[in-house]
Each structure stands twice: as C-alpha cells, then as structure tokens.
C-alpha cells in the first residue's frame, strides 16, 4: 500500500507586481508518494521554481496563496506556523538548490555549516562533525575529516553539489526536494551525480521531488513525472506512459525538443516556436493555444481540465476528448 | 594567514616609503628658504650659514634624504627649531589624544551604525527602516566641524554637561572630554555606515547561501547576524581602514574647535610658526597611522574572509 506524502491541492499562487497579478501558479494538482522520486519538467519561467518554495513556505514577500493546499503527511502548509515550518524545513524535508557554487556560505567551513544544520540534535559537537564527515564519506567525498576544516571556496562545482546532497540527506528527510541539482554541472558530473541520488535514495527510502528540464534525466531516475507549461500542470503520470504515449501537444513537443531524442543530424535544432504566454495578462482558453499546431477553435475560448485518461496519466487538452477525436 | 600578513606589511613599509620621500622632496620644494624666514631679515649672513649647516640644507638633496632616512630609523624626526626638543617626544607626546579621539570616534559610529543598518535591512521598507534612512542620510550631510561648534554651544555652553576644552586628566576625566569631540567626528560616519550595512546586507540577504540556511531551518536571528552579517560587514571594514585619512582631518577640526591637545592641534601651531622639523614629523606619523590602519582593515577582512586570504 502506497501512502501519500506530499499533496499539492488545486493550488494557485500569484505574485502582487506593478502590472497586476502575475499568476504563476494555477490549479497545480499532484501528489508524491513515500520513497517515490517525481519528476517536474518545464521551461524556464514555468513555475518549478515558485512551486518549490511554496512548499518550504520560502517565497518572496509579494507572493499571494490565492487557493489550494499543500499536504504534508496530511497537513495543510500554508496554514502551517512559521514555526512549525522551521521545525520541518531541514529534517522532514530538505532540498539541494541549483547553483552549487552559490549555496554554501563563502566564509563558514564546511564543517561549520553541516554542525549548524544539525541545531536540532542534542549529539556533542563531536559526534555531528562525525556525522558529518560519515555523510561526506557517503557522497564520496575523500578524506572528508580533512575536508570538513576547509572552505567551499576550496572545493570544485561537483564536489560542492555533493556536499548539499549530504547536507540535505544529513537528517534523513521524508521528502528530497531537488532543484535542478544538475543543471550547473558538466554532463559526466550530472551522470554521476544522478547516480550517487539513485544509491542514495534506496540507502535513506526518502521521496525525492525532481526539478528538471532535461527529460534523459528524469526518464532515467524518475518514477513518475509532471510536465508544466506557464504555471499549469498540462500532463502527469508514470514517467514510461509519459515518454512512449505523450497525451499533450506540449509534452511531444518537449520530447521532440530534447537532444537525446534527435537521432539524425539536423541543420536547425527542433525548437518550440512562440513564447510563454504573459502570466499577467492570461489568453482565454488553452494557454498552450498560441504555439500548438493541433490548436481547435474550442481551445480558444474553454480551459482544457487535466483529466485523467488512464489509470495514473492525467493530461490536460482537448484532443483526448472522445467528442473531438470522433 | 602568516603568509598573507607578511606579503601585507611589506607592501606597507613600500608604501609609507614612497610616501615619505615624496613628502620630503615636496616641502624642500615650498619656495622661499626656511632659514631666512626662521631668522628673520636682520640676521647676519655667518649666522645664516651656520643655521644653514646645522640643518644640513647645505648638502644635496640626495644626501639629505639619506641623512633623514638614516636618522629616521634610529627613532630620531630631527630637532624642534624653537624649543630645541627631539621632534620624535613632542609628536609621541601628542600622538595618543588624537588616538583616543579617533577610536572613540570610530567606536561608537562602528557600533551604532552597524546596528542600524543591520536592523534596517533585515526589516526592509518599513516605518523604521525608512526613519533610519532619514536619520543616517542627515548624520551624512552634516559636517564634523558644524557638528562641533553646534555641539560645544549646546552641550557645554548651555546644558553644561560636558567640558568644553581640553582633554582632561585620569580615565574618568579624560572620557568625558572625549564625549563631545567623539560625538562631533562621529555622527557623519554613523550615517555613512549605517547606509552601507544595510546596502551591503541586503545584497546578502539575497544571496542563495542564505535561502540555503532558511531552507535548513536555522533561526532567523542566526542567519542575519552570522550567516549574512559576517559577508556585509566586509566593505565596512574596508572603508573605515581608508577612512583614517578623513578622521585625521576632521580631528584636526575638532582639537582645534574642542582645544584639545593631538597631532591636528600641533601641525596647525607649527604650520603658523613654519616650524618645518614638527610639521614635517607630524605629517609622517599621521602617514604612517593611514598606512597602518589601511593593512590593518585588510589583515581583519583575511580573517573574516577565508577567499581573501588566497586571492592575492
């Protein structure tokens, strides 16, 4: 029996600017099970980033919880307290930013930071920095003793990366958020990288919520996936489902896209043509409208709803509708 | 560290040399001869010649340096031409009430201008955030020396709490002299602090390193006054190292508006007397004091910032 851990529920955020509410977040709706990796995928500016720290509660002051829920083991986040959030944020979920090179801080060592996140353990001093140094070990760091005195300065962009991962997974947290963990790093590092995860989470069983925009990495370590387009889930589901029967034009159009699938040389790369439609100013409709060559007249004036077409893949488009294909 | 330390001081003694020198070489070209002026115009020509020698202005220039730097390293600034005092006494004698008037000053504008700023970009644009930027600005604006007279007026002259003159005797005394002529040099750098702290923090602030520290859950308070305060207290650092150079200046402000005895004091006496030997030692300890205290800001920052300390 599959338990649920993390439920997020119709939620819609919106960011208060000058030109009006920017909705970048609507109607999001999917769940992450226990010791389940899930996988997110979008373009830039789709909202992964809003989303993840939505469910830390760590958003800008102009941010505005318009509707929805964020579950966490059953309970609603953001009528959480902030101190409740400080209690979960680092044990029961914890997360590994993008930019390695920017995450630590420049003038604490390693050890310092790793004793510092551990504020909640009644452990002496010793015995974290032991953790510590056995959770740098864990990562394969070497001689991690040694390491813990140094600088992050001191360390290279791979190695930097797996220090947050032993960072994160210092409190054996229930839920991973990992925020394109290795977007910053060159393609045999992310290898690796994505390797020492996959270890990492059979070691620790914790659920790992995925952020990515490159598809080969989340086909290879995903369970499932949820495709976002401009602030909507447009498509989710199990992640072979998902790459072998696409059910949204979005998604082919994605999988197209991603270089890995390009098997005969092209003079011009297959792009996505149009752009992101403005999240102050919504079109009517499909937001996917504008760049969909399969776009209907329906699409322009009614909303597609994510509906579920098979057991566990949902998408959100016209074209799956019996009404339409017949 | 050590290492860092010892390539610093070098670059400090080459630095105070080349200033020296070029001090040295600058007032021997002031036009006019300073026997002339010393003597005045009724004096003898043998007397002349013999005053002449006996500061060795009869010598080339390059010899004349070299005797400077040869007796400048035995501790020796030359000879006060009125008193016939070593030079080296009666600076040394001065030196420490400008020093504690330019490290009381220095204190408490550190102090309270890092707090403020620090308080105003952890609480960004609100009510107190926006007084403190009024306040800081109009501290900025207002010049030491107007600072100082409207200082002595209201608070020595009319409140009488404070002495008005002099520098005081035993540590209780000597403190309170100091409250004023602190107060008067001060305020500016409060404000100018207090601006590029919260600057500072709140580029910080927003730092990833930061949002990585919230993420793990460390107390708030940790966070601002570890995490990001120990990165923005940097350029603050920095800037009050070269900021001995100003506070100098606006010593010689205050000695002179407070009558306080210091090194601005004694070189406006001697400037008036072309009393050439104490100006000239005065200038080279007020030199040396910029020099020290600008490595001194770089040796504090290697230690707050472990990349400083390979960068160069």
């Given at each position: 029996?599959?338990?649920?851990?993390l439920?997020?529920?119709?939620?819609?955020?919106?960011?208060?600017?000058?030109?009006?509410?920017?909705?970048?977040?609507?109607?999001?709706?999917?769940?992450?099970?226990?010791?389940?990796?899930?996988?997110i995928?979008?373009e830039?500016?789709?909202g992964?980033?809003?989303?993840?720290?939505?469910?830390?509660?760590?958003?800008?002051p102009?941010?505005?919880?318009?509707?929805?829920e964020?579950r966490?083991?059953?309970?609603?986040?953001?009528?959480?307290?902030?101190?409740?959030?400080?209690?979960?944020?680092?044990?029961?979920?914890?997360?590994?930013?993008?930019?390695?090179?920017?995450?630590?801080?420049?003038?604490?060592?390693?050890?310092?930071?790793?004793?510092?996140?551990?504020?909640?353990?009644?452990?002496?001093?010793a015995?974290?920095?032991a953790?510590?140094?056995?959770?740098?070990?864990?990562?394969?760091?070497?001689?991690?003793?040694?390491?813990?005195?140094?600088?992050?300065h001191?360390?290279?962009?791979g190695?930097?990366?797996?220090?947050?991962?032993?960072m994160?997974?210092?409190?054996?947290?229930?839920?991973?958020?990992?925020?394109?963990?290795?977007?910053?790093?060159?393609?045999?590092?992310?290898?690796?990288i994505?390797?020492?995860?996959?270890?990492?989470?059979?070691?620790?069983?914790?659920?790992?919520?995925?952020?990515?925009?490159?598809?080969?990495?989340?086909?290879?370590?995903?369970?499932?996936?949820?495709?976002?387009?401009?602030?909507?889930?447009?498509?989710s589901?199990?992640?072979?489902?998902?790459?072998?029967?696409?059910?949204?034009?979005?998604?082919?159009?994605?999988?197209?896209?991603?270089?890995?699938?390009?098997?005969?040389?092209?003079?011009?790369?297959?792009?996505?043509?149009?752009?992101?439609?403005?999240?102050?100013?919504?079109?009517?409709?499909?937001?996917?409208?504008?760049?969909?060559?399969q776009?209907?007249?329906?699409?322009?004036?009614?909303?597609?709803?994510?509906?579920?077409?098979?057991?566990?893949?949902?998408?959100?488009c016209?074209?799956?509708?019996?009404?339409?294909?017949? | 560290?050590?290492?860092?330390?010892?390539?610093?001081?070098?670059?400090?003694?080459?630095?105070?040399?080349?200033?020296v020198?070029?001090?040295?070489?600058?007032?021997?070209?002031?036009?006019?001869?300073?026997?002339?002026?010393?003597?005045?115009?009724?004096?003898?020509?043998?007397?002349?010649?013999?005053?002449?020698?006996?500061?060795?202005?009869?010598?080339?220039?390059w010899?004349?340096?070299?005797?400077f730097?040869?007796?400048?390293?035995q501790?020796?600034?030359?000879t006060?031409?009125?008193?016939?005092?070593?030079v080296t006494e009666?600076?040394?004698?001065?030196?420490?009430f400008?020093?504690?008037?330019?490290?009381?000053?220095?204190?408490?504008?550190?102090?309270?201008?890092?707090?403020?700023?620090?308080?105003?970009?952890?609480?960004?644009?609100?009510?107190?955030?926006?007084?403190?930027?009024?306040?800081?600005?109009?501290?900025?604006?207002?010049?030491?020396?107007?600072?100082?007279?409207?200082?002595?007026?209201?608070?020595?002259?009319?409140?009488?709490?404070?002495?008005?003159?002099?520098?005081?005797?035993?540590?209780?005394?000597r403190?309170?002299?100091?409250?004023?002529?602190a107060?008067?040099?001060?305020l500016?750098?409060?404000?100018?602090i207090?601006?590029?702290?919260?600057?500072?923090?709140?580029?910080?602030?927003?730092?990833?390193?930061?949002?990585?520290a919230?993420?793990?859950?460390?107390?708030?308070?940790?966070?601002?006054?570890?995490y990001?305060?120990?990165?923005?207290?940097?350029?603050?650092?920095?800037?009050?190292?070269?900021?001995?150079?100003f506070l100098?200046?606006?010593?010689?402000?205050?000695?002179?508006?407070?009558?306080?005895?210091?090194?601005?004091?004694?070189?406006?006496?001697?400037?008036?007397?072309?009393?050439?030997?104490?100006v000239m030692?005065?200038?080279?300890?007020?030199?040396?004091l910029?020099?020290v205290?600008?490595?001194?800001?770089?040796?504090?920052?290697?230690?707050?910032?472990?990349?400083?300390?390979?960068?160069?």
């Amino acid at each position: 029996m599959t338990e649920t851990l993390l439920e997020i529920d119709h939620l819609s955020v919106d960011y208060e600017t000058g030109r009006g509410d920017l909705k970048a977040l609507r109607d999001i709706t999917f769940d992450v099970n226990k010791g389940e990796i899930v996988g997110i995928v979008g373009e830039s500016g789709c909202g992964k980033s809003t989303l993840i720290s939505s469910i830390l509660r760590l958003t800008a002051p102009n941010t505005r919880f318009r509707e929805g829920e964020i579950r966490f083991k059953g309970q609603d986040l953001l009528q959480a307290s902030e101190r409740h959030m400080r209690d979960l944020r680092g044990a029961d979920m914890s997360i590994v930013f993008q930019d390695p090179m920017q995450t630590h801080n420049p003038v604490l060592t390693i050890g310092q930071q790793m004793l510092d996140i551990q504020h909640r353990s009644k452990q002496s001093k010793a015995d974290k920095l032991a953790h510590a140094a056995k959770m740098l070990g864990a990562v394969g760091i070497p001689d991690p003793e040694a390491r813990l005195k140094q600088y992050p300065h001191e360390f290279s962009g791979g190695m930097r990366q797996r220090i947050a991962i032993a960072m994160a997974l210092m409190s054996e947290p229930d839920l991973l958020i990992a925020d394109e963990p290795t977007t910053a790093l060159d393609a045999t590092l992310e290898v690796q990288i994505i390797e020492r995860l996959q270890e990492l989470q059979r070691e620790f069983h914790c659920a790992i919520l995925f952020i990515s925009h490159h598809l080969g990495v989340i086909a290879e370590l995903c369970d499932r996936v949820v495709v976002m387009y401009a602030g909507a889930v447009v498509e989710s589901g199990d992640v072979r489902e998902i790459f072998h029967d696409p059910k949204h034009p979005y998604t082919r159009r994605l999988i197209e896209c991603d270089p890995g699938h390009i098997k005969e040389r092209a003079r011009v790369l297959p792009t996505i043509p149009g752009e992101v439609p403005d999240l102050a100013n919504l079109p009517e409709g499909c937001i996917f409208r504008d760049r969909c060559d399969q776009a209907m007249s329906r699409c322009a004036t009614e909303v597609p709803p994510l509906d579920q077409l098979k057991e566990g893949h949902h998408a959100a488009c016209w074209l799956n509708h019996e009404e339409v294909t017949t | 560290m050590l290492n860092f330390a010892t390539r610093r001081f070098g670059l400090s003694l080459l630095i105070l040399f080349v200033a020296v020198t070029a001090m040295f070489l600058m007032i021997r070209a002031v036009p006019g001869d300073p026997v002339q002026i010393m003597l005045g115009p009724r004096a003898t020509p043998e007397l002349q010649a013999q005053l002449t020698a006996a500061l060795g202005l009869d010598q080339p220039i390059w010899k004349q340096l070299l005797i400077f730097y040869g007796n400048l390293l035995q501790g020796d600034l030359g000879t006060d031409v009125f008193s016939g005092r070593s030079v080296t006494e009666i600076v040394f004698q001065q030196l420490p009430f400008t020093l504690e008037l330019i490290f009381a000053s220095i204190l408490w504008s550190a102090t309270l201008g890092i707090a403020l700023g620090a308080y105003a970009a952890a609480h960004p644009n609100t009510l107190i955030d926006r007084i403190a930027a009024a306040v800081s600005v109009s501290f900025v604006a207002a010049p030491a020396f107007v600072v100082a007279l409207l200082a002595l007026l209201i608070f020595a002259v009319h409140l009488q709490w404070f002495p008005a003159i002099g520098a005081g005797e035993g540590f209780w005394d000597r403190l309170d002299h100091l409250v004023l002529p602190a107060f008067a040099i001060g305020l500016s750098w409060v404000g100018y602090i207090a601006r590029l702290v919260r600057a500072s923090m709140l580029e910080v602030m927003g730092e990833s390193h930061v949002r990585t520290a919230r993420a793990f859950g460390i107390a708030e308070r940790r966070v601002v006054m570890v995490y990001a305060l120990r990165i923005a207290i940097l350029p603050v650092v920095t800037v009050i190292g070269v900021g001995m150079g100003f506070l100098l200046s606006s010593a010689v402000f205050a000695e002179i508006v407070f009558a306080r005895p210091g090194l601005g004091k004694l070189v406006i006496d001697s400037i008036t007397t072309r009393n050439y030997p104490i100006v000239m030692g005065t200038v080279l300890v007020s030199t040396a004091l910029f020099v020290v205290s600008t490595a001194l800001a770089d040796l504090i920052n290697a230690l707050l910032d472990p990349r400083a300390r390979t960068a160069h």
